[in-house]
């Protein structure tokens, strides 16, 4: 079976850009987490994602935003990009909510 | 407020040494889901365990073991005869249900196994 699968795995921009970042759950999952884990700070939790609908999201600013699809497929964009979003931002999903998240990989960005 | 609370930032120990990582929560919920995940140096979180907070069963996975205290609160973690391969980062965190399932991560605990 396949994990979570997160596309890409680096990603270089200057501040001002917008960033795309993709991430496919395990087959069956319905939910999809973002986490951002920036250098020294853990891992802080972004948004929530659930049968295409955003559930929850953390304390970010409204310019990080994303969307699920009907596969449950999901991506995170993260616009009018700023030297302090250089992270690596993880994907997650789960079963249900009773059930642990299994982690991605992450993308790394690198914002110039 | 801080939810979890991992107060070790580092530990280093020698090969084949017994090593316990703390984790405390703060919740006020009656129902919540405790968890411990284990960063490599590759990146990837890798799930080890889950607890539901009814579950204050003390619990065993070859040299892993994890020790649930509701009365203080925590739910650490012990690795026995400690191996390199061991060496990674190891995130305790709290599944609250009442809090729309937030789930919210402790700072982490860097452990290094020398041999």
């Known amino acids: 079976e396949a994990g979570v699968t997160q596309s890409p795995t680096h990603l270089i921009k200057t501040r001002g850009q917008q960033a795309t970042l993709r991430c496919s759950p395990i087959?069956?999952?319905?939910?999809v987490y973002w986490y951002q884990q920036a250098l020294g700070l853990g891992l802080q939790f972004l948004l929530w994602?659930?049968?295409?609908?955003?559930?929850n999201r953390g304390n970010f600013p409204p310019r990080f935003s994303g969307r699920q699809f009907p596969n449950y497929s999901s991506e995170l964009n993260v616009n009018a990009l700023e030297l302090e979003d250089s992270a690596l931002y993880l994907c997650?999903?789960?079963?249900?909510?009773?059930?642990?998240?299994?982690f991605g990989d992450g993308t790394r960005l690198s914002i110039l | 407020a801080q939810k979890v609370t991992q107060a070790q930032t580092e530990i280093s120990v020698v090969e084949k040494e017994d090593v316990t990582l703390d984790c405390v929560y703060e919740t006020r919920d009656t129902t919540y889901y405790l968890f411990w995940y284990k960063q490599p140096p590759s990146g990837e979180l890798v799930f080890l365990i889950r607890r539901n907070s009814f579950d204050e069963q003390n619990e065993i996975s070859g040299r892993y073991s994890w020790n649930f205290q509701k009365s203080t609160s925590s739910f650490n973690f012990t690795i026995t005869a400690s191996q390199v391969v061991d060496s990674a980062v190891y995130f305790c965190a709290l599944r609250e249900t009442y809090n729309n399932n937030d789930m919210r991560f402790g700072a982490g605990t860097r452990l290094t196994v020398k041999p």
């Open positions: 087959s069956g999952h319905t939910s």
């Open positions: 994602y659930d049968e295409g609908e955003e559930r």
């Open positions: 997650a999903s789960s079963l249900n909510l009773d059930q642990p998240q299994h």
